[in-house]
């Protein structure tokens, strides 16, 4: 019997019909290992990994992972995207108006209200991305002492 095991970070751009290169594993790795992250974040940490890549190049390899469905980009409005690497699930975002922090919250499980529109206009509705604006707890007491 053979025990089962997580593929590697290269099986899974393979896997995903990306060629495997030493940024691309980097890109994924950084997105998973951090929450929530900017591509200027990104970028750093992978030049620590990796040393230099270009800013263009990450935005490349973060959209061919993004298209891969390997990670996802978020749109907060009046915010630049940000992306993570929770995919393949139909979860929302809290978001902080005050210090932009990000938390993701899970949608309701069994039937997904959000996933039902008032009129879907003929869509075959499979996703919903909602965000949640607010304080998080360190702004709201910080306010409210």
């Given at each position: 019997?053979?025990?089962?095991?997580?593929?590697?970070?290269?099986?899974?751009?393979?896997?995903?019909?990306?060629?495997?290169?030493?940024?691309?594993?980097?890109?994924?790795?950084?997105?998973?290992?951090?929450?929530?992250?900017?591509?200027?974040?990104?970028?750093?940490?992978?030049?620590?990994?990796?040393?230099?890549?270009?800013?263009?190049?990450?935005?490349?390899?973060?959209?061919?992972?993004?298209?891969?469905?390997l990670i996802r980009r978020?749109?907060?409005?009046?915010?630049?995207?940000?992306?993570?690497?929770?995919?393949?699930?139909?979860?929302?975002?809290?978001?902080?108006?005050?210090?932009g922090t990000v938390?993701?919250?899970?949608?309701?499980?069994?039937?997904?209200?959000?996933?039902?529109?008032?009129?879907?206009?003929?869509?075959?509705?499979?996703?919903?991305?909602?965000?949640?604006?607010?304080?998080?707890?360190?702004?709201?007491?910080?306010?409210?002492?």
């Amino acid at each position: 019997m053979t025990a089962s095991r997580n593929p590697t970070t290269a099986e899974e751009l393979r896997g995903a019909g990306l060629r495997v290169t030493a940024a691309r594993v980097a890109l994924l790795e950084t997105v998973r290992d951090g929450d929530h992250l900017g591509a200027e974040a990104i970028a750093s940490e992978v030049r620590g990994r990796v040393g230099h890549i270009s800013v263009q190049a990450v935005y490349e390899g973060l959209h061919a992972l993004t298209a891969a469905g390997l990670i996802r980009r978020l749109d907060p409005p009046g915010s630049p995207a940000l992306y993570e690497g929770r995919v393949g699930d139909n979860h929302h975002h809290l978001v902080c108006r005050s210090c932009g922090t990000v938390a993701d919250v899970d949608c309701a499980v069994g039937h997904a209200p959000c996933l039902t529109a008032s009129d879907d206009r003929g869509f075959a509705v499979d996703e919903a991305e909602v965000i949640y604006w607010g304080l998080c707890p360190a702004c709201s007491t910080a306010r409210n002492p």
